[in-house]
């Protein structure tokens, strides 16, 4: 077991500086196998020292509950686990099921739609309440043991670089991803909309909340929607989303690189990931001192 677990941990050692290694040089496909293999490896380090049968495969095969590029099979292998044995699926976490609507999203998300998407997709349990403490848990794991975990919920950068109002992203995502301007949020509207109805349309056959999640999305698009009752035409979603982002694109490409590149040379590696302390903030704590006596 000794020798299983020094194995383990030399690979999970491994596959965290490749993930910091492609992210730098903002190889997200590499990134994203990288952290693949990583969560399964993790598992099976986990498994193995609580001293349980059958830990999972630490080589790279496909996890439970572990979405791909777009999200898809990450409900069909749960459910389909769950029908086999006759039980239900793997207990997932909130922290995971949160990565998992980022995952599918991939662009920073208010809480009722990483809420909506884990509901609709992954059979998720999470309620928006619980994701209020969420950031700041991440960002004290993160102080205490800086990048202990293979990737952090933390929040969006606004241009004042201060955390964005219950905007959460994922730390191993490019900082230009990480940061919203003026057009941010409408841009990542549709990203996700588009990202959604990609989804949907890779689906064997229906999934009613996964409909309802796109009719409301497409209902905030000019040219998505129809009059004929039933589910929403994915296709007809993302060609409405693409035709408005070709507008917007441009000039939201270039103001989240200023604002990365501000945050890179500016922030500590804390500060990029869950934002600065703004100047409110620090105009108080000045105050504060000079009552005190301080300087």
């Given at each position: 077991m000794s020798d299983r677990l020094d194995d383990l941990e030399r690979r999970i050692d491994e596959l965290r500086a490749g993930v910091r290694k492609a992210m730098r040089a903002r190889d997200a496909a590499t990134a994203r196998t990288l952290r693949a293999e990583l969560r399964t490896a993790e598992?099976?380090?986990?498994?193995?020292?609580?001293?349980?049968?059958?830990?999972?495969p630490a080589d790279g095969?496909?996890?439970?509950?572990?979405?791909?590029?777009?999200?898809?099979?990450?409900?069909?292998?749960?459910?389909?686990?769950?029908?086999?044995?006759?039980?239900?699926?793997?207990?997932?976490?909130?922290?995971?099921?949160?990565?998992?609507?980022?995952?599918?999203?991939?662009?920073?998300?208010?809480?009722?739609?990483i809420v909506a998407v884990s509901q609709a997709f992954f059979a998720g349990s999470i309620r928006s309440p619980q994701l209020t403490s969420l950031r700041r848990d991440e960002e004290r794991s993160f102080r205490?043991?800086?990048?202990?975990?293979?990737?952090?919920?933390?929040?969006?950068?606004?241009?004042?670089?201060?955390?964005?109002?219950?905007?959460?992203?994922?730390?191993?995502?490019p900082a230009e991803r990480r940061v919203v301007g003026p057009l941010s949020p409408r841009v990542d509207f549709l990203t996700c909309a588009v990202r959604v109805a990609r989804h949907l349309s890779g689906l064997p056959g229906s999934l009613p909340d996964g409909n309802r999640l796109l009719a409301r999305m497409a209902r905030n698009i000019p040219g998505a929607g129809d009059d004929a009752f039933g589910p929403p035409d994915p296709g007809r979603v993302i060609e409405a989303a693409r035709r408005e982002l070709r507008v917007h694109t441009g000039r939201d490409t270039r103001d989240r690189a200023e604002l990365a590149k501000r945050a890179t040379s500016q922030l500590d590696e804390a500060a990029g990931l869950f934002g600065a302390a703004?100047?409110?903030?620090?105009?108080?704590?000045?105050?504060?001192?000079v009552m005190r006596g301080g300087r």
């Open positions: 598992r099976a380090w986990d498994t193995l020292v609580s001293g349980q049968d059958d830990p999972a095969s496909p996890a439970e509950n572990v979405p791909d590029e777009t999200g898809r099979g990450a409900e069909a292998r749960t459910r389909a686990k769950g029908a086999g044995r006759g039980d239900g699926p793997r207990l997932v976490t909130v922290r995971e099921q949160v990565h998992q609507a980022l995952a599918l999203l991939d662009a920073p998300a208010q809480a009722r739609l205490a043991s800086p990048y202990g975990r293979p990737y952090y919920l933390c929040a969006a950068l606004t241009d004042r670089l201060s955390p964005a109002r219950g905007l959460l992203t994922v730390s191993t995502w703004t100047l409110s903030t620090v105009a108080k704590g000045r105050s504060t001192r």
